[in-house]
């Protein structure tokens, strides 16, 4: 019985570093929206001692001067990254759960009789560097929480391969002794502490107590938890992904927005692109809402908060239908006089595309129901954006403070890079 856990190594660092080889040993580190904080850093980036979600500016200096390497995130080029590593893995293994951007359970179970699962694994792993660039960790062991374990085992113990496998009870009692009971997943800081104070300080300590008790005196996750580490699989790979429930596209903005137009060029960016993702996933909504907002952290200016809910008669996916009803809910929460920081759109009540609903009543807005065009416009709009709404702002306007964002290498005609 054995699952796998495959982690890509400082995925946003690394991904920076695919085309740009000159920055092989260079400290790299890569902001939030806003170049804000620190969301990614690069093993030595990390050995300089730079932190998870510090403030930039309070690194800044100190990291340029020692030949730090900064990058606004550049999310286009993570997520197409990030694709194309999970495609490989469903190129290998029957069952896959893309966990995260960066992190994805294999179910091992089928495998385990034709391979030596750790070969496997580091057969995998040499071809997702081979084929792009990304390098990634492999734990294997009976149960999602283990594999864990398996990957923070490799990390202390340095296994140069980065894959690993904890099976025998013997390897597991070691690797569980080894790591600390902040370090199991699904355990938080503040149980930890809680764990801590009851003399359990030990992902073996945990693992040893009875999970009936656990059950009684803490939780239910937790038990789960216990059991998990007792080499019991209580978590099983969830393939079948569930449809969304709601699409959201929104953002701060770099520069404050004081005036309507402006806004609702910027709402109707928004609009076209959550319509997009709508399409993607082959639903249709029936409620469009729209928020606008002023700064909470400029607290000496007056604030407004607006929020509006368009009810659609028959769902829709087709980007005209949404941009009518965004607009609509756009104009009563606009209040002239204010500087607005950020502003959204959320698609929801889904239905799915095949389904067809017809209204009791009749709808002065009859949907467009064009899916066709949709399909064009989506296609030729693939890479880059050539077709525009009438309501959408085409300077390629960034809401975002952003000055140093890499080329979109693999997504945009526009930025491939040139080999010279
Ligand atoms: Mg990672």
Same mark, same amino acid.
């Given at each position: 019985m054995a699952l796998a856990l495959v982690d890509c190594e400082s995925f946003y660092a690394s991904c920076e570093r695919i085309f740009r080889p000159d920055l092989k040993n260079t400290p790299i580190v890569v902001l939030s929206n806003n170049d804000g904080c620190v969301i990614a850093r690069s093993t030595e980036a990390k050995k300089m001692g730079? #932190?998870? #979600?510090?403030?930039w500016f309070k690194v800044k200096k100190s990291f340029l001067l020692q030949g730090g390497q900064v990058f606004s995130s550049n999310f286009t080029f993570y997520g197409d990254m990030s694709a194309r590593v999970m495609n490989i893995l469903e190129g290998f293994v029957p069952e896959i759960e893309i966990y995260s951007i960066d992190e994805a359970f294999l179910g091992m179970d089928s495998l385990e009789e034709h391979y030596n699962l750790y070969e496997f694994g580091c057969y995998v792993r040499s071809l997702i560097k081979q084929w792009t660039g990304v390098p990634v960790r492999i734990g294997i062991a009976p149960t999602k929480t283990l594999t864990k374990i398996a990957l923070n085992e490799a990390k202390r113990i340095n296994v140069p391969t980065k894959v690993h496998q904890i099976s025998t009870t013997k390897e597991i009692r070691e690797a569980l002794r080894n790591t600390p009971i902040r370090d199991v997943w699904g355990v938080g800081r503040r149980l930890s502490e809680h764990l801590n104070q009851a003399k359990i300080s030990n992902a073996l300590q945990l693992a040893d107590i009875d999970p009936n008790y656990i059950k009684r005196k803490f939780s239910l996750v937790l038990e789960r938890t216990v059991r998990e580490l007792r #080499?019991?699989?209580?978590?099983?790979?969830? %393939? %079948?992904?569930?449809?969304? /429930?709601q699409i959201v596209v929104s953002r701060s903005f770099g520069n404050r927005v004081a005036d309507l137009k402006t806004l609702r060029s910027i709402v109707s960016n928004f609009a076209v692109r959550a319509s997009e993702k709508l399409r993607n996933e082959k639903q249709k909504c029936s409620q469009v809402s729209v928020f606008v907002r002023t700064s909470?952290?400029? *607290?000496?200016k007056p604030q407004h908060t607006g929020h509006k809910t368009m009810e659609l008669l028959n769902p829709t996916n087709d980007t005209r239908d949404i941009l009518i009803a965004a607009k609509k809910a756009l104009l009563p929460i606009f209040k002239p006089g204010y500087d607005y920081a950020k502003a959204g759109i959320l698609l929801s009540r889904f239905t799915n595309e095949t389904t067809k609903q017809y209204s009791l009543f009749k709808d002065? *807005?009859?949907? /467009?129901?064009n899916s066709k065009f949709m399909k064009y416009i989506d296609q030729l709009n *693939?890479?880059?954006?050539q077709i525009y709404f009438a309501s959408q702002n085409t300077k390629r306007w960034s809401p975002m403070k952003q000055n140093m964002t890499s080329p979109k290498y693999t997504t945009s005609w526009y930025e491939l890079p040139i080999v010279k």
């Open positions: 730079i #932190g998870m #979600g510090v403030p #080499g019991q699989r209580c978590l099983d790979i969830e %393939n %079948n992904v569930s449809a969304k /429930k909470p952290f400029s *607290n000496h002065p *807005n009859e949907p /467009k129901d *693939n890479y880059e954006t």
